[in-house]
């Protein structure tokens, strides 16, 4: 009660109403896994169209291991996770064998480029690792006296000159003016978009800068139409494949977390990938054990897991034995859709990315409650291999979901159960959905913590999941023909002993009865005598 010294009228404030519960998102993504480039530590950036995921990792270009050109199956995850309904994706780049000397800036000594006169040295460095971050960079003089100058970063391999993939325009030679050339590319940026989009930092030392500019980036003769000149990168290199020691990562408070444990800071993050382990048969069952541990320490959080390209319906049987958790969930076989690289006509990648954007798009046109399956897989051309009916048989019982094509209905998601032995947590809308309860309970509920722990805080903690779950069940996501058949909830003296209250403990029982998928569907036909008059 606030303190009245004096004499006079006093208006307070009160609230009548209970606490009200909001529904948490189930849709946000996590993607790990190596890209051409991109930051490697710290919070995982949130791309929201795969035009943003290109601008900051680099697309669907291959990435090469030491002469091996290996297939960007992270990229392309990205790519069929918009496609299919996806809308924010949590991305952590991993790497295993490059130069990492800063995760704050210049993240790769290697990528550069120098060039000294008469004392002053101009420096061009990649902002992150990679074969890609062999950037040319080109300047283009924009007056006589060279003093003023645009720059283009276009990608480069050495002997040949790429697209145009970033640009600043207007710089100038001066070193005191906010648009020369250390101050446009510093090596720390302040802003975090410059952090991650600017391909290149450049740092400027000793010696006549402004001349020493003017006479390195000579473009020859000035009556040309448009006088320029070339500074190539090099050095860089995308390492070797990565192992399940990069894919679980290391938390780091200083320079910042890396791989699975970079995502431990983001509370919105439901679904769980790594496609791209899929392609590495030494790595894939070590890097899919680090996910489910992930997923169990999170919680509220489900892997999708790719089996490999070319398994057998029995070699996948064999694989899943090394699962037991309804936190996962298994899909096979592979998609087939068109290289957008070019260099193949059609290419199979692991079907996760699309799986986590149609469970994306089922959360938003139809909800959490619903299986996400019996949905087209979009962008599939066909699949790896034509599972029929009789394979099925075999492998849906065993929590293996197939993906199957039907003649006039497309390519679609056929299973939707989870990689648990345990009959309750059998499928994937089961699990998703009480995670979606449970964490929407949770992260609405803080305000009571401290509060004194008696009827007052047992009615409204009691009414407020009531109404949540009313309008759960009003919306048709849990199964009774009554409000009473579909949920109930008990705090009080029956849910709490006298010492339970002694040391700090308030429990709350709350029972919903969930809708399960009618995976089965059937009729029952019979012959009818037909009876006279």
């Not at 090469?64 to 050109?69: I, L, P, S, T």
């Not at 302040?190 to 952090?195: A, I, N, S, T, V």
């Not at 047992?458 to 009414?463: K, Y």
């Not at 008990?490 to 002993?497: I, W």
Request: proline share 5%.
């Amino acid at each position: 009660m606030p303190e009245y010294r004096a004499p006079g009228v006093f208006v307070e404030e009160i609230s009548f109403r209970q606490k009200s519960i909001e529904g948490v998102g189930t849709s946000a993504t996590a993607l790990v896994g190596p890209t051409c480039t991109g930051p490697l530590r710290g919070r995982p950036e949130v791309i929201t169209s795969f035009s943003e995921f290109v601008r900051i990792y680099g697309g669907c270009a291959d990435l090469d291991y030491a002469g091996a050109v290996v297939t960007n199956y992270t990229a392309l995850a990205a790519r069929a996770f918009f496609d299919n309904g996806g809308t924010q994706l949590f991305v952590s780049r991993i790497v295993n064998g490059v130069n990492e000397s800063d995760s704050r800036g210049d993240l790769s000594s290697a990528c550069r480029a120098s060039k000294t006169s008469a004392g002053a040295t101009v420096t061009f460095r990649s902002r992150f690792p990679g074969a890609m971050g062999n950037y040319t960079l080109e300047i283009r003089w924009r007056d006589s006296l060279r003093r003023t100058f645009d720059l283009d970063v276009r990608l480069g391999n050495g002997t040949s000159i790429g697209d145009v993939i970033w640009s600043h325009t207007n710089l100038t030679t001066a070193r005191d003016q906010i648009n020369s050339l250390d101050k446009a590319l510093p090596v720390f940026p302040q802003k975090r978009e410059d952090q991650v989009i600017q391909p290149v930092s450049c740092e400027l030392g000793g010696g006549d800068v402004p001349s020493m500019l003017q006479s390195l980036f000579d473009p020859g003769p000035l009556n040309s139409p448009q006088p320029r000149y070339l500074i190539t990168l090099s050095g860089g290199s995308d390492g070797t494949q990565p192992t399940a020691v990069d894919y679980a990562g290391e938390i780091d408070d200083f320079l910042g977390s890396t791989g699975l444990a970079a995502f431990e800071s983001s509370e919105d993050i439901a679904i769980v990938m790594a496609p791209a382990a899929a392609a590495d048969e030494a790595a894939h069952t070590a890097v899919l054990l680090e996910i489910q541990k992930h997923c169990r320490k999170m919680r509220y959080r489900i892997g999708i897991a790719d089996s490999r390209k070319g398994m057998t319906p029995e070699e996948v049987q064999t694989f899943r034995t090394v699962f037991d958790d309804s936190r996962m969930a298994l899909y096979h076989p592979w998609v087939v859709v068109t290289d957008p690289t070019g260099r193949q006509t059609n290419i199979a990648v692991p079907p996760s990315g699309f799986i986590a954007g149609i469970y994306a798009r089922n959360d938003v046109e139809r909800g959490v409650h619903k299986a996400p399956a019996n949905e087209v897989v979009r962008g599939a051309l066909r699949f790896e291999q034509d599972i029929n009916k009789f394979q099925q048989d075999v492998l849906n019982p065993v929590g293996i979901n197939c993906l199957r094509s039907f003649p006039g209905r497309g390519n679609r998601v056929w299973g939707a159960r989870t990689l648990s032995s345990d009959p309750e947590w059998k499928y994937v809308n089961v699990r998703r959905y009480f995670m979606y309860l449970e964490r929407s309970i949770e992260t609405s509920t803080r305000w009571a913590v401290f509060e004194p722990n008696g009827d007052t805080l047992w009615n409204n903690i009691r009414g407020s999941i009531e109404d949540f779950l009313f309008n759960e069940w009003h919306n048709g996501q849990l199964l009774g023909a009554t409000a009473k058949e579909a949920y109930f909830t008990r705090c009080d003296r029956s849910t709490m002993t006298q010492n339970d209250l002694d040391n700090g403990l308030m429990i709350c029982v709350v029972g919903v009865a969930t809708i399960k998928p009618a995976e089965f569907i059937i009729f029952r036909v019979s012959q009818k005598t037909a009876v006279a008059g």
